[in-house]
């Protein structure tokens, strides 16, 4: 899930791990040296620690930095952690990134968390206020995984459970992630990922797609009118972490016959508003 991680203090995409992750690291390292019995799989957990706080995929000397290993150590535990899917490396480089097990344990941890109440009942109140459906999501490899949602009362719906993917390139909330990560990920990740058309609408063109993140990054929310599902529109905002990074969305959802996006436009203090109480509730 490190892939999406964004920073809207930071622009530039730094070539070694941040200072913060570094710092998490040292702190795992305290706590790993009162359990030295389990010092291999501490170490593991290490490993992916640093590859999932790292503002952009880690080289192999940036992971051995943050957990203060040898490199024939830290290359042995990711070569078993890649055999498992826990942890990937990018096509044509040696950066690093969270695995597709990875990222599917991630969202099952999410979806089981003891916070789920206070984000249900945040989703509860604001769909109370705007009258529409909506929900929360988190980014999740070339997907988007939906967290919680809450149906309106309408008639004419469409259902989501929790626990379902939507497409990153094509979905309110997956554009949102992609236009807040560090704009070198960002191009790097548009250029390899599948820009299937599920409309007549959808961004399959790299170029007008980066077009569009430069805009929602700019105007702070993101929107979409029939780009994956005909005759449904989205507009999401993000939930910031207390480093001021998108950890998280959350969208409104409805038929543009109902809600066409300017009314939508209408939703967002409402929209803001729920994503701060959100925030307080990240303990992800």
């Given at each position: 899930?490190?892939?999406?991680?964004?920073?809207?203090?930071?622009?530039?995409?730094?070539?070694?791990?941040?200072?913060a992750a570094i710092s998490a690291s040292a702190q795992a390292r305290a706590?790993?040296?009162?359990?030295?019995?389990?010092?291999?799989?501490?170490?593991?957990?290490?490993?992916?620690?640093?590859?999932?706080t790292c503002h952009a995929p880690p080289q192999l000397a940036e992971i051995c930095k943050a957990v203060d290993l040898p490199k024939p150590t830290v290359f042995r535990i990711l070569s078993t952690l890649e055999h498992a899917g826990l942890v990937g490396r990018e096509p044509g480089n040696k950066r690093y990134?969270?695995?597709?097990?990875?990222?599917?344990?991630?969202?099952?941890?999410l979806l089981s968390s003891p916070s789920r109440s206070a984000r249900r009942a945040i989703l509860e109140e604001l769909v109370e206020q705007v009258g529409e459906t909506c929900n929360l999501t988190i980014a999740n490899g070339n997907?988007?995984?939906?967290?919680?949602?809450?149906?309106?009362?309408w008639p004419l719906k469409i259902t989501i459970t929790?626990?379902?993917?939507?497409?990153?390139?094509?979905?309110?909330?997956?554009?949102l992630f992609l236009a807040f990560m560090p704009r070198r990920s960002r191009e790097r990740l548009v250029r390899q990922l599948p820009l299937v058309r599920h409309t007549s609408k959808t961004l399959g063109d790299p170029?007008?797609?980066?077009?569009e993140l430069d805009r929602i990054r700019q105007q702070g929310y993101s929107?979409?009118?029939?780009?994956?599902?005909?005759?449904?529109?989205?507009?999401?905002?993000?939930?910031?972490d207390a480093d001021?990074?998108?950890?998280?969305?959350?969208?409104?959802?409805?038929?543009?016959?109902?809600?066409?996006?300017?009314?939508?436009?209408?939703?967002?203090?409402?929209?803001?508003?729920?994503?701060e109480a959100m925030a307080q509730t990240l303990d992800w």
């Open positions: 899930m490190s892939d999406y991680t964004s920073d809207q203090h930071h622009e530039a995409e730094p070539d070694v791990i941040g200072e706590r790993d040296e009162a359990v030295p019995a389990g010092s291999a799989i501490l170490r593991a957990i290490r490993i992916l620690e640093a590859i999932a990134h969270c695995g597709p097990r990875m990222n599917v344990l991630a969202g099952e941890a997907t988007v995984l939906c967290l919680d949602r809450v149906e309106t009362a929790a626990g379902t993917t939507a497409p990153v390139h094509s979905s309110a909330s997956g554009k170029l007008r797609l980066s077009q929107t979409e009118s029939e780009e994956y599902l005909p005759g449904i529109c989205a507009l999401a905002v993000p939930v910031h001021g990074r998108v950890a998280a969305a959350i969208a409104v959802h409805a038929p543009v016959s109902r809600l066409p996006i300017e009314a939508a436009i209408e939703m967002l203090p409402e929209l803001h508003s729920a994503a």
